[in-house]
């Protein structure tokens, strides 16, 4: 069978599925699944052995090889999880921890969601792609809880069609009615756009979550809001805002002083800023003047696998 009618046979299987969702995502077996690849990577010894595609290192495959790669990804599971810490500021205190899923597509080379998530976004296995990084993000929030005897908060990126997925979201909320100390570690992080379009149903799965004791983060945010009581009703604990874009507001007077405003606005209705995108030190001090409690950037740590399966 040649390469496109694979292709086809592959795309009918999945659409078949409809919202059925894998057995690992059963709550007796979600914490329980454990990654094929794990011990190669625990032969890794730093994170030099990890690698991106850059305009400066390896050309990226094209999208045929990502397509596939994304398919067998989500038939044997198979869907790596890094993570970067969040410190708190000025002393650079591991706080939290965001985790990622990156699609490995040979020995060594990881590709990051932005890469082959346009891909997916066009194929019937998208929203078993979404299930299989959400549920192997909270396998690996329990294995470093039991193992490590940790307590950090867990960010965990969620979209509106994976909350639109009625099978996999009924799944979830027994998982955390059972678990309500993994509910309490988690932070499910939405984009400010898609945050501020969601429908009743969306945010009724969202206040659903909540009631269990999940936090939401919104990220990708062009200001800081004006509007932080909204954000309060909807149980939104942190909102992220990258270093460029605060730099920028505060280019004036006036601007500066409106970020205090704004800062001290969400600070009284329980709102966190987390200052992201922290690069290099230079930046860092600026931020500092702001008094800002978090930062997250390759100065303090860069996403790596790590900390997830070796600790």
């Not at 045929?64 to 790596?80: C, G």
């Amino acid at each position: 069978m040649d390469k496109k009618n694979q292709e086809t046979v592959r795309a009918a299987k999945y659409a078949a599925f409809g919202d059925v969702i894998p057995a690992f995502l059963a709550p007796d077996h979600i914490l329980d699944h454990y990654h094929a690849n794990d011990e190669a990577i625990e032969q890794s010894d730093n994170a030099q052995d990890i690698e991106f595609f850059t305009a400066d290192s390896v050309r990226p495959p094209g999208d045929m090889v990502i397509r596939e790669r994304l398919y067998d990804a989500v038939e044997h599971n198979d869907i790596d999880v890094f993570m970067q810490p969040i410190v708190t500021l000025p002393q650079r205190q591991v706080t939290f921890y965001e985790l990622y899923g990156r699609l490995r597509v040979q020995s060594g080379i990881y590709l990051p969601a932005q890469d082959y998530m346009p891909l997916a976004a066009n194929e019937p296995m998208i929203n078993h792609l979404d299930a299989l990084l959400l549920s192997r993000c909270i396998k690996i929030l329990g294995q470093q809880r039991r193992n490590f005897n940790q307590n950090y908060a867990y960010f965990i990126n969620i979209k509106p069609s994976t909350l639109r997925n009625r099978v996999f979201m009924s799944n979830l909320l027994t998982l955390l009615g059972r678990n309500r100390s993994i509910a309490g570690a988690l932070v499910f992080e939405i984009s400010y756009r898609d945050f501020l379009m969601l429908s009743p149903g969306e945010q009724k799965i969202l206040s659903g979550l909540a009631d269990l004791g999940c936090r939401f983060s919104l990220d990708h945010v062009p200001e800081i809001p004006p509007d932080v009581k909204y954000l309060h009703t909807r149980a939104i604990h942190f909102v992220k805002i990258a270093a460029k874009t605060l730099l920028k507001e505060s280019g004036s007077e006036r601007g500066f002083s409106d970020i205090f405003t704004r800062k001290h606005n969400l600070d009284v209705n329980g709102i966190e800023l987390i200052i992201e995108k922290i690069e290099t030190e230079e930046t860092l001090l600026q931020i500092l003047d702001f008094d800002m409690k978090y930062g997250q950037g390759f100065l303090f740590g860069k996403p790596d696998f790590q900390g997830v399966y070796t600790r």
